[in-house]
């Protein structure tokens, strides 16, 4: 890790923004993007997500701001001792330097300081004076009887200590969450439409059954939309996704592992009053459908640009909800209409009346994994697992007849 890391990691978590904050610390917006990715990878955790036009703080990030403006404040202090003004632009000094620096101060000598770091002292001699080259002012004092501190080394001993101790507080956190995770297969699934849709189903089968043949490998299923999967595929974030979409990136191998029909979900009194007729429905109603993140919402465009002209797609009230419950309340209880698995409120209570939305509308759900041995091997053990049968199904198999 280095300081202008360091630096950069702060000014965008304080800017809301890679843009802004390179345009704060006089920095190309490359080398901002660069240094947050560095860091993420640095210490495993990802540190935003965006919400609109800005980055916003994960809850992993919000735990180490402070930390993080510790470490900025310190480093500013290198860069300019004794002074209050920041430095606009921070060279990348390597910890390991500043590591190295306090070993020699505590030392006394270049010879006893690279013996202890276990690294040649013309190495050290050299790596001592770009230190202090990128600084701006002297640490050292050198003569035949060895090495002491000027004032400023001095002063930058403690500071220096400062600074190693909060990256490696950082780094122990990462460590930790490694050992954690190192053994942890990570799934990351669209979100399930209820406890009796598809997607609940499979997801509990593949945990019921992962658990049972592989309890030493513990498996974290996570819910969120088809984009932020593929992200999180991409990242390595998730080892194998659940996908509402047919088709992936193709930078990744899978199977498609289900389809089902789509239908309009509304309540029962308004398919009364306009029957069949799917255009007066969608006119005259308000609309309910999660957001373009998902694939879900991507088969209501399609069908909705199918139904209805621009001009009367231009009129309609159309709010976006990523929580399935919310929209069949939405649906049941105050007159709004929706696109949905057909089969995806069989045992809800009080149900909303469906009509199917024909042969070319269906969900589909696809499973999807890294291209490597590893990751293809656990894929295709996951869709065994999925369609694994469930205690019900197997008290009915064997359940005599009445």
């Not at 001792?81 to 190295?100: E, K, M, N």
């Amino acid at each position: 890790m280095d300081t202008a890391t360091l630096a950069l990691v702060h000014a965008i978590l304080e800017e809301r923004g890679i843009r802004r904050a390179a345009k704060a610390g006089g920095r190309p917006v490359a080398s901002v993007s660069a240094a947050l990715k560095r860091f993420e990878a640095a210490i495993a955790v990802p540190l935003v997500r965006r919400e609109g036009g800005n980055l916003v703080p994960t809850l992993e990030a919000q735990s180490r701001q402070a930390d993080l403006a510790a470490a900025n404040r310190a480093v500013q202090w290198l860069l300019s001792p004794g002074t209050v003004a920041p430095s606009t632009v921070v060279p990348s000094i390597s910890l390991a330097a500043l590591d190295r620096f306090v070993t020699v101060a505590r030392s006394g000598s270049i010879r006893g300081a690279a013996k202890i770091a276990g690294t040649g002292q013309p190495q050290l001699t050299r790596q001592m004076a770009d230190l202090e080259r990128d600084l701006g002012y002297d640490l050292l004092i050198r003569s035949p009887s060895g090495i002491a501190c000027t004032p400023e080394g001095l002063a930058a001993i403690p500071i220096a200590e400062s600074l190693l101790d909060i990256w490696r507080r950082l780094s122990r956190a990462s460590d930790d969450r490694f050992r954690r995770t190192a053994a942890t297969w990570r799934f990351g699934s669209v979100m399930p439409l209820g406890p009796e849709s598809e997607i609940a189903r499979m997801l509990a089968a593949l945990t019921a059954e992962w658990h049972r043949t592989r309890p030493r490998q513990p498996l974290f299923i996570s819910s969120t939309t088809a984009d932020e999967l593929i992200a999180g595929l991409k990242s390595r974030r998730f080892d194998v996704v659940l996908l509402d979409l047919e088709t992936f990136p193709t930078e990744f191998e899978g199977q498609l592992v289900s389809r089902t029909p789509l239908a309009l979900a509304g309540h029962p009194s308004l398919f009364a009053k306009h029957g069949e007729d799917f255009r007066g429905l969608l006119q005259a109603n308000p609309i309910a459908v999660p957001s373009l993140k998902s694939g879900l919402r991507q088969q209501a465009e399609h069908f909705i640009g199918e139904t209805l002209g621009e001009q009367e797609r231009n009129r309609l009230t159309v709010t976006e909800v990523d929580s399935i419950p919310v929209i069949l309340n939405l649906v049941m209880n105050h007159g709004y209409l929706s696109m949905l698995p057909e089969s995806s409120t069989a045992r809800v209570r009080n149900a909303p009346a469906m009509r199917r939305l024909g042969p070319g509308y269906m969900q589909n759900l696809s499973l999807a994994w890294q291209k490597n041995a590893l990751s293809r091997q656990a894929g295709e053990a996951m869709l065994t697992m999925m369609s694994a049968p469930t205690l019900d199904s197997e008290f009915s198999s064997h359940s005599p007849m009445p």
